[in-house]
């Protein structure tokens, strides 16, 4: 986006009202508006993913099966047999994480997932069910969590300290990571963008030096999707990593 001749790539991420005066009186932006639409495509394709069950699946049954089948595995694989209750959460978490990215790829779409508000809400949400889970099995044994075993007694003055704010930093990381990865990617696509359009703009020889940002941008744009996975697949594993430590307390 350009303004007095100056690219303001941050204008993507500004928040304004949708559906009109109604919106506005009641604070309902296109980042509310682009979450419930996430909700409802997961809604749908799991739905209609489970709908038939047929042997051979059709594409949207494989699509709902893959990503079902990949979290499931993954988080059995972090957390143990234990892990399976804590299954829908994970899931939903990385469902919900990764269409809020990918719905950011689409034109003139908002990626309310490059809002640190979104990404720590999540992640405040993350670190209290882990704390819940390890209060409710192990109760106060749970806080021996922040003094390792083996650990010399004489040192828990130093560890114990250390161990809380490594903890506590965990929805702060994991939030950031998130916010930051996609603010980057959408600023550089701008930038390029934007790049393509004003160097194409000086004519034939412009079209021959708008080449080369423009294939960097057809780039990015692939690299953004992988990216895009990429971060809800991390945030659902570093979650589920959080899980095992709250049930194994090691």
Avoid: C, W
Avoid at 44 to 64: D, E, H, T, Y
Avoid at 67 to 96: C, N, T, W
Avoid at 136 to 148: A, D
């Amino acid at each position: 986006m350009a303004a007095e001749g100056k690219i303001n790539a941050l204008h993507q991420f500004e928040l304004t009202p949708s559906l009109g005066a109604l919106g506005e009186a009641v604070h309902f932006s296109q980042s509310t508006l682009f979450m419930l639409i996430a909700v409802g495509l997961i809604t749908l394709l799991m739905v209609a993913g489970a709908a038939k069950g047929a042997i051979v699946p059709g594409r949207l049954q494989a699509l709902a099966e893959s990503a079902y089948g990949f979290i499931h595995d993954m988080v059995v694989a972090q957390i143990g047999d234990e892990g399976k209750r804590y299954f829908p959460f994970v899931f939903s978490l990385f469902m919900f994480v990764l269409f809020g990215n990918m719905l950011g790829m689409i034109p003139y779409a908002f990626t309310f997932t490059s809002h640190i508000a979104v990404t720590f809400t999540l992640a405040a949400v993350v670190i209290v069910l882990v704390t819940v889970v390890g209060l409710v099995i192990h109760g106060t044994h749970f806080f021996s969590y922040f003094l390792p075993e083996g650990a010399p007694p004489a040192l828990a003055p130093v560890i114990i300290p250390i161990e809380i704010i490594s903890y506590l930093s965990r929805p702060i990381s994991l939030s950031v990571r998130l916010f930051a990865n996609m603010v980057a990617g959408h600023v550089m696509l701008m930038v390029f963008a934007t790049f393509v359009v004003m160097i194409g703009g000086m004519g034939v020889v412009g079209y021959i030096g708008a080449t080369l940002p423009l294939a960097l941008n057809v780039a990015l744009v692939g690299f953004e999707f992988l990216v895009a996975f990429l971060q809800a697949y991390v945030f659902a594993i570093l979650t589920s990593i959080y899980l095992h430590d709250a049930v194994h307390l090691h």
